[in-house]
């Protein structure tokens, strides 16, 4: 994969329907409850190595149907360099496992771009450890085109409560030959809404040299 088709596809790939809370681009194994509506909007900025910028706002939706299956949507809208509606993801996820005591949880997640051919596939694993949150990622990540290989997708998260209302969360990701190392903050203002903050950055030659994510999570 080239690396702009790769600085496209990472930002598709943050912007993922049914990610862990957020800043995390990583996605947790926990399904979305049964009849509530989880509303996340984004912005990010993203600075590549050869000097351009990228900016991104990003809205999801996800609810969950049964107690093992819930679906998302994603919608990225592009400010720069132009500017415009992206492309579009929708995902499920299936619980395959979860332990009695909620502390260990696996599923399986399938994300597909419309009209893009692109999907993403995820074995995702949860599991609480004192008062640490850890989640595991492995799977594969198509470019939609026959042409140009996949990417295998490797990542791994920690999410930490610092004050009763403030988490530090940090993660990091290996998608294809990008290596990216995240870290950043959630603040909980009630049960229902959140305001988070992340910085990520890129590892290698291959990676984004900088991503600066700003959002908000509102639980109806």
Known sequence: MSYKTGILFFILLMAGPLLAARPL???????ADVGVLELETGYDVVLDR????????????????????CLGISVPYHLKPEEGT?????????????????????????????GAGEYT???????????????????????????IKGDDILGFAVEAPLTSRIEVVTEIMK?????????????NLSEYASLDFGVDFGLNDNSIKRRFTYGMTVVF
């Open 50 to 69: 050869d000097g351009s910028r990228t900016k991104v706002m990003s809205l999801t939706l996800q609810t969950g149907l049964t107690e093992r299956f």
């Open 121 to 147: 596939a995820i074995l995702t694993g949860t599991r609480e450890v004192l008062k640490f949150i850890l989640h595991l990622n492995v799977g594969y990540a198509s470019t939609g085109i026959v042409e």
């Open 86 to 114: 992206g492309t579009a993801e929708i995902g499920s996820k299936f619980l395959v496992h979860k332990e009695k005591d909620d502390k260990h949880e696996i599923s399986l997640l399938f994300c597909y771009a419309l």
């Open 25 to 31: 681009s990583i996605e947790d194994a926990p399904l």
């Open 175 to 187: 998608v294809g030959n990008s290596v990216t190392h995240l870290w950043g903050l959630r603040a």
